[in-house]
T-cell receptor, first 115, second 113 residues
């Protein structure tokens, strides 16, 4: 069974540019999460989709970040325009919807560097 | 403010030794405490988890100790091996099957031969 995949693995952009990160969750997982780890700090929650609906977007830093999950399958996270403080590793995770304490499966992350 | 505090930031242990990582939380609404293991180039992967109705959970060489009154929990790795070298994150989440996970800052463990 394929795990969570993310693309690209690395992205280097200049301040003011736009970047779009993609996440493909495990097939059949209705929950999809985005997290971010800034160097040396904790992994922080950004937002959570249930199928195509945003369940919780309380962790989104500001309106330069836009997440979508069209059709309830893959998700994209767009940063426009990027700022220096957006640098970090962006993780996507997915889990099943039913049941309690469902394990979240993480992708390998996208390392974003804003110069 | 950081809801889950983790220490130490890094840890070097000799092969065969015991690795201990400590965490503390503030929010008493948390009721699920997983530990994640992350190897370079990979995402975090669930290692072991505990709920506060038990004080200890053991899986192989990995043990979680939980102190509900002190709001602290720790991971013990017995007979540490070089293959255990990774970054470990403690975490916490609230009731419900789809709650977000709140992570600690991570501990980079190096097990030397």
């Amino acid at each position: 069974e394929a795990g969570v995949t993310q693309f690209p693995s690395h992205s280097v952009i200049e301040k003011g540019q736009t970047v779009t990160l993609r996440c493909d969750p495990i097939s059949g997982h209705d929950n999809l999460y985005w997290y971010r780890r800034v160097m040396g700090k904790e992994i922080k929650f950004l937002l959570h989709f249930v199928k195509e609906s945003k369940q919780d977007e309380s962790g989104m830093p500001n309106n330069r970040f836009l997440a979508e999950r069209t059709g309830g399958t893959y998700s994209t996270l767009k940063v426009q325009p990027a700022e220096l403080e957006d640098s970090g590793v962006y993780f996507c995770a997915s889990s099943q919807l039913a049941g309690s304490y469902n394990e979240q499966f993480f992708g390998p992350g996208t390392r974003l560097t804003v110069l | 403010q950081q809801q889950v505090k983790q220490s130490p930031q890094s840890l070097i242990v000799q092969k065969g030794g015991i690795s201990i990582i400590n965490c503390a939380y503030e929010n008493t609404a948390f009721d699920y405490f997983p530990w994640y293991q992350q190897f370079p180039g990979k995402g975090p992967a669930l290692l072991i988890a505990i709920r506060p109705d038990v004080s200890e959970k053991k899986e192989g060489r990995f043990t979680i100790s939980f102190n509900k009154s002190a709001k602290q929990f720790s991971l013990h790795i017995m007979d540490s091996q070089p293959g255990d070298s990774a970054t470990y994150f403690c975490a916490a989440s609230r009731p419900g099957g789809y709650q977000k996970v709140t992570f600690g800052t991570g501990t980079k463990l190096q097990v030397i031969p």
